[in-house]
Each structure stands twice: as C-alpha cells, then as structure tokens.
C-alpha cells in the first residue's frame, strides 16, 4: 500500500477552485496506483471457468448405445461374471440420468492460464441388475459414433454427479478421488480426496500446485510417458510388450474432439477394457481399485 504524505503548506485556502483540482488528480493517481498493483494478483487470482457441458445430443446418443440391445446383453454376462446370478435372470436396465464425467486437465496441471481445472473424459450411465448389483456404462465417441468403451462395478460416477453443490464434480483418477470444483474452492467428496486436500477443502491456485507437483513429469509427451509407465506400468517384453503396444497413448486435453462434445473422444473405444486416459495415466488402474473395494 502507497503511504501518503501530510500536504504540504498552500497559501491557496481550502476549498478554492485550485486545490480541488490539485486533491482530485492527487487521488486519482493514488487511486491509479493501487489498481496497477493489484491487477496481477487479481490475473493470478482469477477462477478457471468450468469445462463446457456435452451437448444434448451427446448426451442422447450416448444413452441410446448404453440402452441398446448388445449392450444390455453385454450387461448380463457382465453381472453374472462371479455366479451372483444366471446371466439369462440378470434382466439389466439402465436406471437414472446419463452424466458427463471430468477428470483432472492436464493442461490444468501444466499450468496453461485459462485452462479448466478439468476436462470431459466420457459419459456415463448407470445400469442395474435383478438382484441390484451395479455398473457403470462409459460411452465415448468414436469415429463419429457414440459407443460403449467400459463397464466398471459400481455407481461411482452417478452417485458422485449427484452430490454437486452448485459446481462441476470431477475425478482425479490416479488416487481415484473425487471432487467439487465451485468458484474458486475445490471440495473433497471422498475418503481419497480429503486424504489429497483435507476435509476443509483448499482454493483451485493450491490445488494446482498440487498437482503440478504430483504429475508435472508424468504428462503425456514426458519421459516418464515415453518410457512406458504412463499406463501405470515400467518397462515391459515379450508378450507384455505386445499388450502395450496396442495400449491407447496418453491424448492432450481437446487433441481428440471432434464435435460439440468436446474432448470426450479422448477415450479410446476399446470395448471391455479400461481404455480411458488422463494425465497419461490408465484407467484401467482406477478400475483395478474399484473390483478391489
């Protein structure tokens, strides 16, 4: 803050023509002054504005493939997998709304001025079976289509979709937590998450510094990518390197859209496998640790 100084002696009296003019450029300099030193705190200070929605006909088409017929018996085998029930009972249907799903940006984590703190990955819906087991239904765009790429247990991305206050949930995968970003505050939804961030929350600037430290080197394109552990794998042969060669790539944020949706095209339609990237890092990981729960 400017100090100011006591005026100095006048022999022109208070109030005259003068020295008003004299107060009023004064304060207007001062003034002037202040804001110019507070103009970058408030660019550093600015809130990232949240990711665009999908469009509606996104989010319509990615139903119609998560309601289809193929899918739904895809569903009964898949919920049979463990001997719960018969595939020809399981009866799934798709229940609730379909969501988009987020996930940490990675140009968030770069540091890129503007960038969304998160990214559309795929769209999600939740199927039940007779006996009320659940999955998630994750549908992607793929050479202009909108198709199935994974089913994983759970509800996971509804039920976390469903507890937004306000502001945009997403998913930082790599520890699997999630999040609410709102304004400018980052809020935890689960036990991962207030383990990242504490249960108070933290503002959307020490989020980034957080995760810039924690993947800053691992982003797709960096050494750690290109000697193949962004798949949450190290240095692999034989048949290992076959498997990772057909492996999707890490994809920057936005390199995949094709349409309105935006960058949910970055999942790769590997139908039955865990083919969604973030950050270079597998899903497949985060579906490991939802079988594991």
């Avoid at 509606?56 to 990615?62: Q, R, Y």
């Avoid at 799934?92 to 001025?113: C, H, M, N």
């Amino acid at each position: 803050m400017t100090e100011r100084s006591a005026p100095a002696a006048s022999a022109t009296a208070p109030g005259t023509p003068a020295r008003r003019t004299a107060v009023r450029a004064a304060a207007t300099g001062t003034l002037a002054a202040a804001l110019l030193g507070l103009a970058p705190q408030s660019a550093l200070a600015a809130t990232p504005a949240p990711p665009p929605a999908p469009a509606i006909s996104a989010v319509t088409e990615a139903r119609a493939a998560a309601t289809a017929p193929d899918t739904l018996a895809t569903l009964s085998r898949f919920f049979a997998r463990d001997g719960a029930v018969a595939a020809a009972k399981a009866q799934p249907r798709i229940e609730g709304r379909t969501v988009p799903v987020y996930v940490l940006s990675p140009d968030f984590v770069r540091g890129k001025a503007g960038a969304p703190v998160s990214r559309l990955e795929f769209l999600a819906s939740t199927a039940v079976s007779a006996d009320g087991q659940k999955a998630s239904v994750w549908t992607a765009r793929s050479r202009g289509a909108w198709k199935v790429v994974n089913i994983a247990t759970g509800d996971d991305e509804a039920r976390y979709s469903a507890a937004a206050d306000g502001g945009t949930v997403f998913q930082e995968p790599q520890i699997n937590a999630w999040y609410e970003q709102r304004g400018d505050r980052i809020r935890p939804l689960d036990a991962e998450a207030r383990k990242a961030i504490g249960a108070g929350g933290i503002t959307v600037a020490a989020y980034q510094k957080r995760v810039a430290k924690a993947y800053g080197d691992k982003l797709p394109g960096s050494a750690y990518d290109r000697r193949g552990a962004a798949g949450g794998y190290g240095p692999q042969d034989g048949a290992e390197s076959a498997a990772a060669a057909a492996r999707p790539q890490p994809v920057a944020a936005g390199a995949a859209a094709d349409d309105s949706s935006g960058p949910v095209t970055a999942a790769s339609a590997v139908a039955g496998t865990a083919a969604l990237l973030a950050l270079g890092l597998s899903g497949a990981a985060a579906l490991r640790r939802r079988h594991s729960r």
